[in-house]
């Protein structure tokens, strides 16, 4: 059983080109939680999604990022017209259930780094 | 506010010596507790978690971390460590049963031969 797969491991864009980073879950996992780590800080929390809906993005900036969790497929972290200050390291969880509960693990990936030039 | 924080950025310890990495936070709503171990170039792994029940909690590794609640913190410890267990820690919490995790700054630990 694979762990959460994140690609790609590096991603370079030039200010203003759009950043699309992928997560695929574990197997059976429903649940999805993106979260950015940026230089010398812990990670801060970003959008909360489940198959198909937007559960909680309260930690997503208003502007230029977006997230979906299709029915089939990864999901999809998406920043567009990347600017110097979004270089970091965005991880992705998954859990089979709501971690509100938190008897079920959540459960990480190696993350994507992404840096902007 | 809701906050965490991890008061040691790093700390470099020499191996087989007992490790204590400190973790505060600021809550007037219940929490669960957890810290995770990031190796290099990994994501990150569960150590431990406190839900309720024995203030005093073991995790992987020979790690175990105490809940105070009156001085809200949730310090995790280590009697012996080993070289394998540099890397980086995170102390994260929910607040008030929320999905999302409030982590901390995180601590390097550096274990010297």
């Known amino acids: 059983n694979a762990g959460v797969m994140q690609n790609p491991r590096h991603l370079v864009r030039r200010r203003g080109q759009e950043a699309r980073l992928r997560c695929s879950p574990m197997k059976g996992h429903s649940h999805v939680y993106w979260y950015r780590q940026l230089p010398e800080e812990g990670l801060k929390f970003m959008v909360y999604?489940?198959?198909?809906?937007?559960?909680?993005e309260s930690g997503m900036p208003k502007e230029r990022f977006s997230a979906e969790f299709p029915k089939e497929g990864p999901s999809i972290l998406r920043i567009q017209q990347v600017v110097r200050g979004d270089s970091a390291a965005y991880f992705c969880?998954?859990?089979?259930?709501?971690?509100?509960?938190?008897?079920?693990?959540?459960?990480f990936g190696s993350g994507t780094q992404l840096s902007v030039l | 506010a809701q906050s965490v924080t991890q008061l040691d950025s790093q700390v470099p310890v020499f191996e087989e010596a007992p490790v204590e990495l400190r973790c505060n936070y600021s809550?007037?709503?219940?929490?669960?507790l957890f810290w995770y171990v990031q190796y290099p170039n990994q994501g990150l792994q569960l150590l431990l978690k406190y839900l309720s029940g024995s203030t005093l909690v073991k995790g992987i590794n020979g790690f175990e971390a105490e809940f105070n609640k009156s001085q809200t913190s949730f310090h995790l410890r280590k009697p012996s460590v080993h070289i394998s267990d540099t890397a980086e820690y995170f102390c994260?919490?929910?607040?008030?049963?929320?999905?999302?995790?409030?982590f901390g700054q995180g601590t390097r630990l550096t274990i010297n031969p």
């Open positions: 969880a998954s859990s089979l259930i709501a971690t509100g509960s938190f008897d079920e693990k959540l459960f």
């Open positions: 999604l489940q198959k198909e809906n937007i559960i909680d």
């Open positions: 809550s007037s709503v219940s929490v669960y």
């Open positions: 994260a919490v929910s607040f008030q049963g929320a999905q999302k995790l409030v």
